[in-house]
């Protein structure tokens, strides 16, 4: 019996709410539409929790660090799967004449997408440049993955994503791996992914919020990697070589406004004791 994968799309609206809070293109205008004028003001009354400031800053650190290599990637291609809220493929496409990009999730979100996108198109009044397609897709659906590869135009691809691994298991991720590794050896480019997160010893919050049961629920810690070089192995046994890594967005954060200097410090020295716990990397099929 076939998994059901769409329970874990209320954290896209999660994620989308939070984001709003930054300069993420389209982020914020999009929250409005859904909740209301007033849902990131009252939104706002959360940043004097620490947990949830990490929070922001560490989502919009994932974003931004993902543009970085797929910028550099210099690819015309972009299918993004698992893409959630995130309007990076109307952002493209708002921009480059000669983009085709495909933007991609399981179809309770890209129903709810598709009318954002349009909202959004008229309210900004937009003229895309380039080509987008919104469109429904489960990313281990291989044969389903494959077509909407195949109707993209020649040339380089660029697949990317920003959280998805961690809802997978061992075997989910290397189904996954294989359908982009068939996909890159035909078409060349890269994979593109923000979700290299590993296992810490983190700090416990006292009382269990929203977005801990739902990490908790879909056993989101025991899904992450054992370590950077587990991860880097893990791939390479599927066939992916990892070619970069992104480096640093901090100068490019606007959540680091909410943080006074003293917490920042703070953070500084406890990110020198537990370490990295996410790293975005591109890929390419060997």
């Known amino acids: 019996m076939q998994r059901d994968y769409s329970s874990i799309s209320p954290s896209a609206k999660m994620l989308l709410l939070t984001k709003g809070l ?3 293109p389209f982020i914020a ?15 706002a009354t959360n940043l004097t929790d620490e947990l949830f400031l990490k929070r922001l800053i560490h989502f ?5 660090s993902l ?4 910028f550099a990637s210099g690819s015309l291609n972009v299918l993004e799967i698992s893409s959630g809220f995130s309007f990076r493929g109307l952002n493209m496409a708002s921009h480059h004449a000669n983009i085709c990009y495909k933007d991609t999730d399981l179809s309770e979100i890209i129903s709810i997408k598709k009318d954002l996108t349009q909202q959004l198109i008229r309210q900004e009044h937009l003229s895309l440049r380039g080509k987008l397609i919104t469109e429904s897709l489960n990313a281990l659906d291989h044969n389903a993955f494959a077509s909407a590869v195949e109707s ?6 660029s697949i990317v994503n920003e959280g998805l691994l961690m809802y997978l298991n061992h075997g989910e991720k290397a189904q996954l791996c294989q359908t982009i590794r068939k996909a890159l050896l035909k078409r060349g480019g890269y994979w593109i992914t923000g979700d290299i997160y590993i296992k810490k010893e983190l700090e416990e919050t006292t009382i269990p919020d929203a977005f801990n049961q739902f990490l908790q629920a879909h056993h989101v810690e025991e899904n992450k990697f054992d370590s950077f070089q587990q991860a880097e192995a893990f791939f390479k046994e599927q066939g992916l070589l990892l070619t970069t890594k992104a480096t640093s967005v901090w100068h490019q954060l606007s959540a680091v406004k909410y943080a ?13 004791t537990v370490g990295k716990i996410r790293e975005t990397w591109a890929l390419k099929a060997i």
């Open 29 to 43: 205008d999009a929250a409005k539409i859904i909740w209301g004028n007033d849902a990131l003001d009252q939104l």
């Open 260 to 272: 006074d200097p003293a917490l920042l410090s703070k953070w500084v020295k406890q990110s020198a």
């Open 60 to 64: 919009e650190s994932r974003y931004l």
């Open 22 to 24: 930054t300069n993420i």
């Open 67 to 70: 543009d970085s290599l797929l």
């Open 152 to 157: 993209m135009p020649a040339g380089r691809l």
